[in-house]
């Protein structure tokens, strides 16, 4: 584990604290939820993240840089970090959600923030709107059909090539 559990948790109540930000408020408090909700099912995620996996090592490694720089989040800094975490923490939970299902309140309030603020459209051409919109969910239709197809193939029986029941 590159970070510790509290490390995490110290940048979701930074920006917790800064929700209340006149203009980025709803940005930082869709991050914190983020943050507290991968938190809490880290291990899920991990077995779970397909399609959507290079997100969690882009914002693992954004939490790494964080921390290895100078004086952490600075009010320079936050917004931008906080920006690139939701695009992180929404892909993940996107796939998440569609696999089994957004469990939680702060997961859906990001799924929710990134959907409705008008940041983030299918067709804008940002990479996180490319896999948020339209690759996760293909690619959730597409393994989901393929265990479905696996499980629902009928049997040839050699002898008279009829389908078995």
Not at 3 to 9: I, S, T, V
Not at 133 to 138: N, S
Request: glycine share 6%; charged share 25%; net charge negative.
């Amino acid at each position: 584990m590159p970070f510790a559990k509290e490390q995490l948790l110290e940048i979701a109540r930074h920006y917790e604290a800064e929700a209340k930000h006149p203009h980025f408020g709803l940005l930082y408090a869709a991050c914190a939820a983020g943050l507290r909700a991968w938190e809490a099912r880290r291990g899920f995620y991990r077995k779970t993240l397909d399609a959507a996996r290079p997100f969690l090592a882009e914002l693992e490694n954004h939490i790494i840089r964080i921390f290895a720089g100078s004086g952490g989040l600075t009010p320079e800094n936050e917004q931008e970090a906080a920006f690139v975490m939701v695009e992180c923490l929404a892909c993940m939970i996107r796939e998440v959600a569609l696999t089994s299902g957004a469990e939680t309140p702060d997961e859906e309030a990001v799924l929710s923030y990134f959907e409705t603020c008008g940041e983030w459209r299918s067709n804008d051409g940002h990479l996180a709107s490319e896999y948020f919109f339209k690759r996760i969910p293909a690619a959730v239709l597409c393994r989901t059909a393929t265990v479905l197809d696996a499980g629902l193939r009928p049997v040839v029986r050699p002898e008279d090539g009829l389908p078995s029941q």
